[in-house]
């Protein structure tokens, strides 16, 4: 996706498809700030936003999550 330089994008997903997206990303160069953060998303979460995203407050962002649910 076309992101502003400006972007800053977090991907927070199991580890395994975390790797394999970067797997497919690893010969793309990235036009945003882009931070991959393995977590299973099947248990408690919300804590990661706080560990990773403390600094958060000094910057506009956009928190987008897609749960599965079989």
Sequence with gaps: MPFPPQTYLYELDLPELIQYRETILQSKQANC???????DLTQPWSHLLAFFFGDCEQRRNIF??????E
């Design 33 to 39: 700030h882009r931070q991959a953060i393995a977590a």
């Design 64 to 69: 987008i999550v897609t749960i599965s649910v």
